[in-house]
Structures are given as C-alpha cells and as structure tokens.
C-alpha cells in the first residue's frame, strides 16, 4: 500500500483513518492529483480562501494549506480525524474543521469539491453552495468519468448554476460551475415520514442512509430487538437515524441508550429522532464517533449493529471487523451483539473468531439477510 503522494515535486505522506493493519487502500486517488495540478497551473495568488468540501483524508487539505487558507467541509468524523493525522504527519499548516450541516464561511475564493456517491448530499452540498456564495466564486469539482453521468450535471445546472467539464485524464473529469442559476430550487433540510407498522416517525439529513424509506435489514432486525428486564445499557452502533435504538427504547424502557455514527448528519438525525419519539425525559445519547474509540470495557449489555460494507468510494468489510472487535471489549460478560447482514457478507465466520463459534447463534434468516447474535462469554 502505497502511503507516499508525490505531485509536482513535493511529497505528503498520508494514511486512511483508522490505521489498520495490511492496509491495501490508499488514502487519495487520480481525482486529487487532477484537481491540484489544475488549481495550480491557475496560478493564483497566496492566501486564498479555499473551501474544499468531501476530502476523504486530507490529501487536498494538506497539498493547499501550505500556501492557502483552507476550511474543510465533510459530513464524516472519520475524514476529520484522518485529515487531522494527515496535517500532523506532515507538519501542515492549520485548517478550519465543518461539518455539512455548519454554514458555509464568509469571503470563500474558490470551491474544490470532490463529487460525492449520493445524489441527495450532493444536492444538498450544491444548494447550500448556491444559497451561501457570491455568484463569481468558482467551483471546481471532481469525479470519476464513470460516475458523472448526465443527471448529474443537470444536478449542478438546476440547483448551482452555469457548468461546464474538463476532458478525461486518468479516468476522471472536472467540472466548472458558477453559483449563478437565478431560480433557486427548495431543497428540504429533512425528510420525514412514519416507520410502517411501527410508532416511530423518522427524520433524515441528506446523507443519511435509506433517507426515503426503512431499508429491508433495518426492518427486518426491528422484528426481533430483544426485551429483557437487564439490559440496562443498550447501544445503536452506525445508528443512522436512530430507528434500531428508539425501538430497542421502546421495549425497554428502563434502558439507557447510546447512538453513535461517523456521519455528523446521522447523528443530528438520530438526536431529533429520539427526541421525537421518545420524549424529552428519556435518557439516551447520541455521538459522532470512531466505533466505540474511548468507551469503557464491560459497560454495555446489548449492541445492535448494521455494519456498513464501504468507506467513502470504497468496498471495504474493515470497519464491521472494528465494530465487532470493538463490541467484544465493550460488552459485559454474558452481554450480546446482535448483527443484521446480507447472507454473502459471511459475518458468522468474524463473529466466530471474535467470540467462539459456540457463543453464535443465528436469530433468523430470510432470502436476503442473517441476523447474528454474538454473546460475550462468562468467566468460569
């Protein structure tokens, strides 16, 4: 895995966050050579002020704080901390950290923004750009060729404004707007609409996974959240909107609840979710976080868990392996990890690994997923 990237004769060594062992991703692409080598032939003058928005690890944050001011924009605790590292390791100069739901800051010169997965952050992202900026500061933004498709750019000329593209190099392409388009589309902050078959009504950023509708793990392991009278401590691990966690409240009423995802607009939806749903006398607590980085070993007696197969751009099973590395230091003795997966993923086998194949049970299965119970062993 190559942690070494050289543009124009200067070098930055970067890593992706969390460090893992046998890494074989690294922590920028050929859309990052692009877009700096083309803001550089610009030729502009020092002391910009650069919003640079998705930068996955900080490759682009740590290439223009050397000669610009620079805030980074992300909807991603993980890309924080590891632009954070990145700066550090390369003795960078300081950066301003937003989040996707903070405001844009004022007297931005240029956008650089790396074209994200999802069409409804990414409409969001060009909304706020359009509400936010003066009609003559540049955005520039990157993608691979493949993924800019013709709906795309219609995205960026319906809620931006004037938008054109560079040619192909390595696979990916530019593309040049203006925050100029004179009729401002309405882009909701949430969208909201009830769980069927349960009483839980959801609310949900842009980013937030299955924003529209409960995707089918999520109702299918809604089915068979357990009620019992120990579970005084119950965690949501990679929470998304909370639903996991408001029906696990909702059986267990004398439980005290923790919410906890990397994405800061999950989070803010969980918050008001749970708030919603559960009322204001609850106790719970929702949290931007690595997994569980800083929680006390043996301090949870139940962690439901729908583990994400991907980081950024990238197919990865990393972070469920974290997950359940982490579950297992976190949960109480005789305390469970239930996991909700597509059959493929073979989640049985890590868990068997993790907690001894005698201590995974399956709870249910149908066509598509497998929900895992994984139990802590007790000490004999």
Known sequence: MNTEFTVRDHNLTLLRYPKVSNETLQAWDAGDEFLINHVEDLGLPEQQNILIINDNFGALSCWFS????????????ISHRGTLKNLQRNLCNRISFINCLDAIPENIDLVLLK???????????????RIQLPSNCPVISVNKVRDIHTSTLNHFEKYLGTTTTSLAKKKNRLVFSKPDVEQIHHVDD???????????????HANVYSGDNLDLGARFLLKH???????????DLGCGNGVLGIKAAQLN????????????MAVESATLNLEENLGPDRRFQV???????????????????????????????????????????????????????NNHLEYDQKLNRLFGEENVNIVARNSKFVILKATKATKT
């Open 225 to 235: 959240i357990p009620q019992e009278d120990d579970l005084r401590h119950i965690i």
């Open 190 to 204: 949430l969208t909201r609409w009830p769980v069927e078959g349960e009483e839980i009504t959801l609310n949900n």
């Open 253 to 264: 009423p004398e439980a005290r609840i923790t919410c906890i995802d990397e994405s800061y």
């Open 66 to 77: 050397q000669h610009h001011n620079v805030t980074m924009m992300t909807d991603s605790y």
């Open 287 to 341: 949290i931007a976080n690595n997994c569980l980085d800083g929680f006390k070993e043996h301090s949870c007696y139940l962690i439901l868990c729908n583990p994400p197969f991907h980081q950024q751009q990238a197919i990865t099973d990393h972070i469920a392996w974290q997950m359940f590395c982490d579950a297992k230091q976190v949960l109480a003795q005789g305390g469970s990890i239930m996991v909700i997966g």
């Open 115 to 129: 074209i994200p997965k999802s069409n409804r952050l990414l409409i969001w992202q060009l909304h706020q750009l």
